[in-house]
Each structure stands twice: as structure tokens, then as C-alpha cells.
């Protein structure tokens, strides 16, 4: 699973088979208007408080993280199971975003309802009185690289793959998952509304969980 936040923010990035609630890996979407004085900001809304010194690292200046970008001002998070959605405004940006997040949910088919994918949606809607030049973009780090790993980035028709080869002495470190840099430019008119759409996907087959101890048990001969 992954997690997003009443912020925007990606966090509790848990793709290898286990709960990691402390992986926030450095993954966000920005929006850029043209010809602005504050064109350029992350698409989530202010970095909470309890992050700046709750974090593991943030005493030592939160080093890969993106809390020093420049954000949305104000956001309103609601909930509508299998939906979450965020509005994002703020007075330098003529942009009513609002950033849909959904994974499969189909009542009785359970096989199709647990398959390791998401989709977040962000609609941006032209509140000003003339057109705009935008550019979107999505940004992340490879967060599949595992240590005495063989990480890479491959490219993919309309996006990136993440990947981890692994090692034949530690096979689970390997793992693929969609991701590293897209840019999508366009212009919008007065009142107009653009939706884009990433879809995530992650395919990490091999585990290195245990439960118990494994002993070597010897059959008497018969």
C-alpha cells in the first residue's frame, strides 16, 4: 500500500511486503503558470507542524525531504470510501485544483480489489479571466533502490519504471514500481478544467519474511 495525506503528501510507502509507516519518500506533483511572480509550487498544501521536528531525520535539517518548497496556501480534505480527495487554492495561482485518489475496490471480487495499484487525479480548473500556460509535472527519487542493490531507471510508454534488480543472495530487494519525472504542458482557458491522470502500479514478488524458527527435523527409517 501507499498512503497520501489530508496534505497531498505520499507517505507510508509499504511496497515490499511489510508496514514501513516511516517511508515518505521524496515524491510530489508541481504545477508551473506562466508568467507569474509565484508561478511555481507543489501541489499539496502546507507541511504540518509536527513533521518539521516529528520526523526521523528532521532534526538534521529533514535532508531529501521537500519541506522547503513553495505550497498551496489552503486545503479541504473529504473522504468517500473507495474516494479521498483534496481541494487545493491559493491567491498567487488562478487554480482550483482538486487531487482524487482511489484504488480498486469492486464488492465480492476480491482477487481484482487487491491488486497493488492506485490512481490520483488532479483537475485544474482556470479560475482567472484569460487563458494560461501551464505545465504539470510529477517528481519522485527511486525509492526501490535497496542498498547492495542494482537500482535503475527504465522508461516506459508514457511514464517510468522504478527499478531494483535484487542480488542473488538477497532476492527481495528486487521490485519495480511507475515513477521518476513526467511533464505534461498545456493551456487553459477561462473556466476550463484539465484532468490529469497517473496511474501506480508495483510488482515486488520475492520476501524475505519469516515467522518462527526453521529447524532440520530427521525421520526415523522405517
Known amino acids: 500500500m501507499f498512503c497520501f495525506e489530508g496534505t497531498e503528501a505520499i507517505s507510508h510507502m509499504s511496497v515490499r511486503n511489510r508496514p514501513e509507516v516511516f517511508n515518505e519518500p521524496c515524491m510530489f506533483a508541481a504545477i508551473s503558470v506562466k508568467g507569474l511572480e509565484n508561478e511555481t509550487k ?5 507541511v504540518p507542524l ?6 526521523p531525520g528532521s532534526g538534521n535539517g529533514s535532508s531529501g525531504a521537500t519541506y522547503g518548497l513553495p505550497r498551496f496556501e489552503n486545503s479541504e480534505f473529504n473522504v468517500r470510501f473507495p474516494f479521498a480527495g483534496i481541494e487545493l487554492q491559493d491567491d498567487d495561482i488562478p487554480l482550483e485544483v482538486y487531487m482524487k485518489g482511489w484504488s480498486p475496490f469492486i464488492p465480492t471480487d476480491a482477487d481484482n480489489s487487491s491488486l497493488p495499484v492506485g490512481s490520483l487525479e488532479y483537475s485544474l480548473k482556470n479560475t482567472g479571466n484569460s487563458k494560461i500556460e501551464v505545465l504539470f509535472s510529477y517528481h519522485t527519487k527511486n525509492f526501490m533502490r535497496q542498498s547492495g542493490g542494482r537500482a535503475s531507471v527504465k522508461s516506459v510508454a508514457g511514464g517510468f519504471i522504478l527499478s531494483e534488480a535484487g542480488t542473488s543472495e538477497n532476492p527481495e530487494k528486487q521490485g519495480d514500481s511507475p515513477g521518476a519525472s513526467l511533464y505534461v504542458p498545456f493551456t487553459l482557458k477561462p473556466g476550463k478544467t484539465r484532468t490529469i491522470r497517473l496511474m501506480m502500479a508495483w510488482y515486488v514478488p520475492n520476501t524475505n519474511m519469516k515467522y518462527g524458527q526453521v529447524s532440520n527435523i530427521r525421520l526415523p527409517h522405517t
Do not use: I
Request: charged share 20%; no cysteine.
Open 42 to 46: 507543489v501541489l499539496e498544501s502546507q
Open 50 to 55: 509536527w513533521k518539521h521536528f516529528g520526523q
